[in-house]
């Protein structure tokens, strides 16, 4: 029994270090990045499904009938099967299978209390260090921005819990959100600016009595996965209007060219909805295949009955957390259920929740959720 559970822990280690050497050298060496851009959602995959091999018993789940198991599993079995039916690049696969193996493994992994400790003060030394330098201008000025904005509601995790032990900690909250504010702003990135506003309405704005309410938190999920979807509909509309004025501080046109991809995309899609179109399609609206919004993205690519197997884990899986943060009395799990839905909504606009290079922070937000400071030892 030891021999297994330390052979576990040791897995466990493996996959962890995969995902932060992965990170830290993606955010921290551009030339590093720009090797690994085509391998990441492979990299990333590969220390996943060490975490999926060593924490999930799969004949246990398939006697229990888990539905979220099921969900997964078919979910990535269409989503394969329709890609060699419309002989579309493949490399998309492995981008939904990080993307639903995050939420799934959210709550399946059980990690040491020193794992889990390791994981908080790595993503607030990443933030230091971008805090410190700002590399944007090595990437492109939204990744930068956004990769700075994710790392911090990582980090932020630590953040809060020094500030509950001693109010004067609060004065690291407060420069390290001047500064990273600062860095979006001067870098005129509009999706880390919804990302970083949006989390601070969540968690400073919303009342905790709000929050454990069974309502709201499922109104919240509901509208951050089918409101990526309205949004599209509803930007494409008002695109059509004719009137396009500029943002305040960015100083760029509220409609810039998301809106023909969309309507092209559609235009393909309407034609084969249950397949969907697949990947590496040339596109006449924009110079890469890139939908700019997660759930379009999924419905698009991937199909209605992938796309309602993807929702189902998703909703699932979130109206767990929103349990666990109803029975909890502190505001740890609060703090990641804002930085999660920040991470949602942004991706109204981009693609970045689904995008391997931040499936770290994605993780690591949600197992705090699901385990936190209750995380056992393995």
């Known amino acids: 029994m030891w021999e297994n559970s330390k052979r576990g822990e040791v897995l466990n280690w493996v996959a962890l270090i995969i995902l932060m050497v992965f990170y830290a050298c993606t955010w921290t060496f551009p030339g590093f990045y720009h090797i690994t851009e085509v391998y990441n959602t492979l990299i990333i995959f590969v220390a996943l499904a060490i975490l999926f091999f060593n924490n999930v018993n799969l004949l246990k789940k398939l006697k229990e009938k888990d539905l979220s198991f099921y969900a997964l599993t078919l979910a990535l079995l269409v989503a394969a099967v329709n890609l060699f039916i419309i002989d579309s690049n493949k490399g998309c696969f492995l981008i939904l299978a990080d993307f639903l193996l995050v939420f799934y493994l959210s709550k399946e992994i059980s990690l040491s209390d020193l794992q889990l400790k390791t994981l908080e003060i790595f993503f607030l030394i990443m933030f230091a260090s971008w805090f410190v330098y700002d590399r944007t201008f090595s990437f492109n000025a939204n990744t930068g921005a956004t990769a700075t904005v994710f790392t911090l509601l990582g980090a932020y995790v630590l953040l809060n819990r020094l500030c509950s032990l ?90 810039s060219g998301r809106e023909q991809i969309w309507m092209e995309v559609w235009e393909i899609f309407a034609g084969q909805p249950l397949t969907g179109i697949g990947s590496g399609r040339a596109l006449k609206s924009f110079f890469e295949y890139n939908i700019h919004n997660a759930m379009y993205d999924i419905l698009a690519v991937h199909g209605v009955i992938v796309f309602a197997l993807a929702v189902m884990l998703l909703i699932r899986r ?32 981009d693609m970045d929740l689904m995008w391997a290079d931040y499936s770290p922070v994605l993780l690591f937000l949600l197992y705090e959720i699901f385990h936190g400071r209750k995380a056992q030892k393995t």
Do not use: Q
């Not at 109206?319 to 949602?344: P, R, W, Y």
């Open 166 to 255: 001693k109010e004067i900690y609060g004065f690291f909250i407060v420069i390290a959100l001047i500064r990273t504010t600062n860095l979006v702003l001067w870098h005129l990135a509009r999706g880390a600016f919804i990302a970083l506003a949006v989390f601070l309405l969540l968690f400073y704005l919303i009342p905790k009595k709000l929050w454990h309410s069974k309502t709201f938190f499922r109104g919240l999920t509901l509208f951050s996965i089918f409101g990526s979807l309205l949004f599209v509909l509803f930007y494409v509309l008002l695109s059509n209007t004719g009137i396009n004025p500029k943002m305040p501080f960015f100083y760029k046109n509220v409609f």
């Open 318 to 349: 979130l109206f767990e957390a929103g349990k666990l943060i109803a029975a909890d009395t502190g505001s740890e799990k609060i703090l990641c259920a804002a930085a999660v839905f920040a991470m949602f909504i942004e991706s109204f606009i």
